[in-house]
């Protein structure tokens, strides 16, 4: 199998040349695509890419729908108890940390950003319980792009398309920042995990219905004939 993505590569040409076209192909079949969390301003982003950590995007989305009516300000999520916090958040799972960070952090925004949001994964990265993936969502969201955002999908997406040969998060990271143009950072990972969870199944992936199977992918199941 090995052998066969090796051949496949060297048929379709290098990761360089094909990532253009990849990221072209990709966005003309979604261009919508964007985060799937529901958030009105940059607090609820944050709050919200906190709360995902573990859980589904769908959850989060019917958590903070009643999360954020009550709770509009940092100084709202101070003003109660954290078991309050908690039995709102709760079907998010870890909600005694998560609870307990995104207080943290709210205190912190106050003390030390004026109640703002920060924009660099540096800043961000100091709130309690913000971690490098968190505050590279955020960045990216808030315009500022400092890395690309590897989930399950982007994963498993960029190995099958040859654009990694990496296991880590961190080092499949490093290499797409050296690959991906840098004003596609933010959307990159949209693409792929759209595409990941429409057509690239991590079981059954759908390669006859791939816009990348023909001449792009060289892990496509589709007889070299067809290709
Ligand atoms: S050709 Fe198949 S393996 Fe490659 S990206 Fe498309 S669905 Fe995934």
């Given at each position: 199998m090995r052998s066969y993505i090796a051949e496949a590569r060297k048929r379709l040409g290098p990761k360089k040349q094909r990532i253009g076209p990849i990221i072209e192909r990709l966005t003309a079949e979604y261009p919508e695509a964007t985060i799937a969390l529901r958030f009105r301003n940059e607090l609820e982003l944050l709050v919200s890419v906190m709360l995902s950590a573990q859980t589904t995007d769908v959850n989060v989305n019917r958590v903070t729908e009643n999360l954020f009516e009550k709770y509009r300000r940092p100084d709202d999520y101070l003003a109660v108890p954290a078991e309050e916090l908690e039995r709102v958040i709760?079907?998010?799972?870890?909600f005694r940390q998560k609870a307990k960070s995104i207080q943290g952090t709210m205190r912190m925004l106050i003390e030390e950003f004026d109640g703002e949001v920060p924009r660099t994964v540096e800043e961000l990265t100091r709130?309690?319980?913000?971690?490098r993936k968190t505050a590279n969502v955020v960045a990216a969201e808030l315009g500022n792009p400092q890395g690309i955002v590897v989930d399950t999908h982007v994963r498993r997406l960029s190995q099958r398309l040859g654009l990694t040969k990496q296991e880590d998060p961190v080092k499949i990271e490093r290499d797409l920042v050296k690959l991906v143009p840098r004003a596609d950072w933010a959307r990159f990972p949209h693409l792929l995990i759209w595409h990941g969870r429409r057509i690239?199944?991590?079981?059954?992936?759908r390669c006859e219905d791939c816009p990348l199977a023909v001449d792009l992918c060289p892990s496509s199941r589709l007889p070299i004939a067809a290709a």
């Open positions: 709760y079907r998010t799972g870890f709130l309690p319980g913000v971690a690239c199944d991590a079981r059954r992936p």
